[in-house]
């Protein structure tokens, strides 16, 4: 009796107990990576910040930089599998396919364009 008194006094304390919440890209973020166009790459330092828009999609809004000048690119993703995202972004005239793999607190990014690409690791 007292066992099952015991046993049942822990299954409520454990539904009780706050669940952690699921991990979210909501917020700011920073990383580098590469940017390759026809004819060459560069390296590229990006600040990202993801900001919740409706029950599943984000607005992006980022500034890179690389050797030869800072270019802001803008968009929005949504959910497309666990922790991945995918959208689309543009910045100078040029849009592309984003594709986001959470991994705790680190972002792998990968943007594809007409013009190019870009891959970087981001971290909170």
């Known amino acids: 009796m007292r066992f099952a008194l015991i046993l049942s006094l822990v299954f409520f304390a454990v539904a009780l107990a706050p669940q952690p919440a699921a991990a979210s ?29 409706s029950a599943k999609a984000f607005a992006v809004v980022s500034q890179c930089a690389t050797e030869t000048g800072r270019y802001d690119v803008t968009g929005r993703v949504v959910p497309s599998g666990k922790n991945r995202y995918f959208g ?3 910045g ?26 870009a891959k970087l690791n981001l971290s909170r």
């Not at 790459?41 to 990202?48: G, I």
């Open 25 to 53: 890209i909501e917020g700011s973020w920073r990383g580098s990576g590469i940017v390759a166009y026809r004819g060459g790459a560069d390296k590229v330092r990006c600040r990202v910040r993801f900001s919740q828009v």
């Open 88 to 90: 689309i972004v543009q």
């Open 92 to 117: 100078q005239g040029i849009s592309g396919k984003a594709v986001i793999i959470q991994r705790g607190k680190s972002l792998s990014v990968s943007v594809t364009s007409r013009r190019g690409s």
